[in-house]
Nanobody
């Protein structure tokens, strides 16, 4: 079974930065696109960023230009560098594999880790 261990969250002031990491086990890491998601209190989980097996990155409009996703296949780890943080970025952040569907879209895998809490104060 695939497992995700997210870390690096914390409390930061608006305008600050945090760097998240996610170690993945139980799957062929290098063969999968990877993604970060987040879930704010009272809201549904939302997609934040994706990195493909070839290193192509995509971002939600809300974080574009502020976040950077990257991966290290040798370490089975995906990263999320978050800059210019805003209070609305406050959420629990999760990583997951990103699986391509038959119509070419990407969806998260079925299993989730515990996530890491990011809190941005104003």
């Amino acid at each position: 079974q695939v497992q995700f261990v997210e870390s690096g969250g914390g409390l930061v002031q608006a305008g600050g930065s945090l760097s998240l990491s996610c170690v993945v086990s139980g799957t062929a890491f290098s063969a999968n696109a990877m993604a970060w998601y987040r879930q704010a209190p009272g809201k549904q989980r939302e997609w934040v960023a994706q990195v493909t097996t070839g290193g192509i990155t995509n971002y939600a409009d809300s974080v574009k230009g502020r976040y950077i996703i990257s991966r290290d296949n040798a370490k089975n780890t995906v990263y999320l560098q978050m800059n210019s943080l805003k209070p609305e970025d406050t959420a629990v952040y999760y990583c997951n594999v990103h699986l391509r569907t038959s119509n070419g879209e990407f969806v998260a895998g079925d299993y989730w880790g515990q996530g890491t809490q990011v809190t941005v104060s104003s």
